[in-house]
């Protein structure tokens, strides 16, 4: 009874914002996977996301339901490293082959890890559709830029910082990057997340992407 009590009380005094808060500092503590500092779920995911590292392979493995990454708010499996000043994420990208058309992987450039943060990302969806997305104020809808492709999809995908212009850079068979689609803009206070996000644009059935060769480099 007693301890019952005491736990309400904790409670209470962590509701609303402040619940939010640790709720965050928390996932700030997370385990590192490969190179990024850790994993969470965004917005409405369940079953819950899992991911791995494989560093034989050199690979990341996402797994994660959740019903898009769009409108006002996200829901993803999200692994990340908090960053800062300008960065480039960037990695070979291989979406599971059956889901919903818009199932999608992208590479992340985050605010914070709230479901409706402002971000930016290299998004690619399970139809082969590209697009450069980003919600430039908190709460606020997404907007992007898309890119559609016949067979085959871009085998790889870059997003760039540069103050606050974001840019998508992709391959599509193994030629030198290039930069394609109008540049957002899109201002992002440091630190910052930069990581992979995983969203099978269906609540009920994960998707499981794998992404490769993945590379996060501090800019000049």
Request: charged fraction near 20%; glycine fraction near 8%; hydrophobic fraction near 45%.
């Amino acid at each position: 009874m007693r301890r019952g009590l005491i736990v309400s009380l904790f409670l209470a005094m962590f509701s609303g914002a402040a619940l939010s808060s640790l709720h965050a500092a928390l996932q700030d503590k997370a385990s590192p996977i490969g190179i990024f500092q850790g994993a969470t779920d965004i917005g409405n995911v369940a079953p819950p996301g899992v991911a791995s590292y494989s560093p034989e392979h050199d690979t990341y493995t996402l797994t994660a339901a959740g019903p898009d990454i769009w409108f006002k708010a996200d829901d993803m499996h999200f692994v990340w490293s908090k960053v800062s000043g300008d960065v480039a994420l960037e990695a070979d990208i291989d979406i599971q082959s059956n889901g919903a058309p818009r199932r999608k992987a992208v590479l992340m450039l985050r605010q914070s890890l709230d479901a409706d943060s402002v971000y930016a990302d290299a998004a690619l969806h399970g139809d082969r559709m590209t697009a450069i997305q980003a919600r430039t104020k908190k709460g606020e809808l997404t907007s992007d830029v898309e890119l559609h492709f016949d067979a085959p999809a871009p085998k790889r995908l870059r997003v760039e910082k540069h103050g606050d212009t974001i840019t998508m850079w992709l391959s599509e068979a193994g030629e030198v990057m290039h930069q394609v689609a109008k540049p957002m803009q899109v201002h992002l206070e440091g630190p910052f997340y930069a990581g992979l996000g995983v969203c099978s644009h269906d609540k009920d059935v994960p998707l499981t992407v794998v992404f490769s060769h993945v590379k996060l480099e501090q800019l000049r």
